[in-house]
């Protein structure tokens, strides 16, 4: 008879020693929501080797799409000529290898990217890194119209697990303005068509301000006669993975904005909000001036802890 130890062992050698198709295909995570298989898209590289760490893109559908499509968007394969999207998501086209693991959730359709499917797109990242090595420091978004939208929630509320976002034509979920100077330490880049119907152009230049206010490091390329299929261009050849693998997640940042209204969103990178008003948006703004020397600004926050173990300005330091 197993003991408990012995079995949970025994399936972990297994599934290290699980060989994964390369190329596209659907996997399956179990939501713990709701006991139920949740699909996802995934690509695997021709060469793929438990013996390096790869880089990891979540990519994020838009209206009426869904996860099969949408891997196919990310590697600038559209449509065929005529070809509507049902007969596109039967079969998958022929896709330049690249050294990224890729993984497109479904996230329930389309309901945006808050709640559930907020959750769910977590656990596709905590599936992905429990199949696959993954360099935790070169974990990437992007999406286009509902995902990009969904891309910069996820990326201001979460800003410490992004290495760069990268998102087409975003409509932008109400309640992300404010949230903006969180991406202070992720470097931005919005696609978008001039001629947008959906998307209008106005509203994404207006993002691209915003972010340039709060010191974003963000660039923006508009195309113009596009219309809401700018991503057709931005993905064009599989080229948004050389922009996203220029950068590395910046661990331990000098400097660390953060705002939020939930304690579900309470921390970024070496800060904490331990006593705030939900509802209310808080804020800190924190920044070593030299070594050892911290300023700190805060705004309807009542308390918060500073994690500074491990920072390099902070060697043998404040504790």
């Given at each position: 008879m197993f003991k408990h130890a012995g079995l949970v062992g025994a399936l972990a050698v297994l599934a290290a020693a699980q060989v994964y198709t390369s190329g596209p295909q659907v996997v399956t995570f179990l939501s713990d929501v709701d006991d139920t298989d949740q699909p996802y898209a995934l690509y695997v590289p021709k060469q793929y080797s438990?013996?390096?760490?790869y880089p990891l893109v979540i990519s994020l559908h838009g209206t009426y799409s869904n996860?099969?499509?949408?891997?196919?968007?990310?590697?600038?394969?559209?449509?065929?000529?005529?070809?509507?999207?049902?007969?596109?998501t039967r079969y998958w086209p022929v896709m330049k290898d690249v050294e990224f693991i890729v993984a497109s959730p479904l996230a329930r359709g389309t309901i945006g990217y808050k709640g559930?499917?907020?959750?769910?797109?977590?656990?596709v990242l905590a599936d992905v890194k429990r199949r696959f090595s993954i360099d935790d420091d070169r974990v990437y978004l992007t999406g286009l119209d509902m995902g990009g939208g969904g891309a910069l929630w996820l990326g201001?509320?979460?800003?410490?697990?992004?290495?760069?976002?990268?998102?087409?034509?975003?409509?932008?979920?109400?309640?992300?303005?404010?949230?903006?100077?969180n991406a202070l330490n992720i470097p931005v880049k919005m696609f978008q068509g001039e001629l947008d119907p959906v998307v209008p152009a106005k509203e994404t230049r207006r993002w691209q301000d915003?972010?340039?206010?709060?010191?974003?490091?963000?660039?923006?390329?508009?195309?113009?006669?596009?219309?809401?299929?700018?991503?057709?261009?931005?993905?064009?050849?599989?080229?948004?993975?050389?922009w996203l693998g220029r950068h590395t997640?910046?661990?331990?940042?000098?400097?660390?904005?953060?705002?939020?209204?939930?304690?579900?969103?309470?921390?970024?990178?070496?800060?904490?909000?331990d006593v705030m008003t939900p509802g209310t948006l808080a804020s800190i703004e924190a920044k070593f001036v030299a070594k050892k020397r911290l300023t700190v600004q805060t705004k309807a926050l009542d308390a918060f802890s500073l994690t500074l173990k491990g920072h390099p300005m902070n060697a043998l330091g404040i504790q």
């Open positions: 438990a013996t390096k760490k996860h099969r499509l949408n891997l196919r968007r990310v590697f600038g394969k559209g449509n065929r000529m005529s070809e509507t999207d049902a007969e596109a559930i499917a907020e959750k769910d797109v977590y656990d201001l509320t979460r800003p410490d697990v992004w290495a760069a976002i990268a998102v087409i034509c975003p409509a932008v979920p109400s309640g992300t303005d404010s949230l903006a100077g915003l972010l340039a206010r709060v010191g974003v490091k963000s660039e923006y390329v508009e195309y113009p006669g596009i219309r809401h299929n700018a991503w057709d261009v931005a993905y064009r050849d599989a080229s948004v993975f050389e997640r910046d661990r331990y940042p000098d400097q660390v904005r953060f705002s939020s209204n939930s304690y579900r969103y309470g921390s970024a990178y070496w800060v904490r909000f």
